[in-house]
């Protein structure tokens, strides 16, 4: 039995913030869209891996998210680690940094994590 990894979901309370977030900091393109009555599902990719990061609203949805104490982030190594750090400073989402590390963390407009790494620091690791 072989698994292998196809997206991972989070909910957006405005998903034309989220998307233009996602296409700014991260370079995320939409690869497809399915409009619900009720709700919408975004798919979005990066150009290179087959994994995408599904965005769903809720039509009806009005409220911000509760995250909670919740520590579940997403994480992108990136090949150019200064400039992405550049980036992400002007546009003030960097919400925690660990030097000792070498990665920080964004925040999304919905307040999730992601993870910032140099591609290095993913090869160090195995």
Same mark, same amino acid.
């Given at each position: 039995m072989k698994f292998t990894f196809a997206h991972n979901n989070i909910n957006v309370l405005d998903l034309d913030r989220s998307l233009a977030f996602y296409k700014k900091?991260?370079? /995320?393109?939409?690869?497809?869209?399915?409009?619900?009555?009720?709700?919408?599902?975004?798919?979005?990719?990066?150009?290179?891996? !087959?994994? !995408? /990061?599904? /965005?769903?609203?809720?039509?009806d949805r009005t409220a911000p998210y509760n995250l909670g104490d919740n520590e579940m982030h997403l994480a992108f190594h990136v090949d150019d680690y200064d400039g992405a750090h550049t980036l992400h400073s002007q546009m003030g989402c960097i919400c925690f940094e660990n030097e000792g590390m070498g990665l920080y963390f964004i925040s999304d407009p919905d307040g999730y994590w992601i993870e910032i790494m140099p591609f290095r620091k993913v090869h160090e690791q195995e």
């Open positions: 900091a991260l370079n /995320l393109v939409e690869n497809r869209r399915w409009d619900n009555p009720d709700f919408i599902l975004v798919y979005l990719g990066d150009g290179h891996s !087959q994994h !995408q /990061l599904e /965005l769903t609203w809720l039509k």
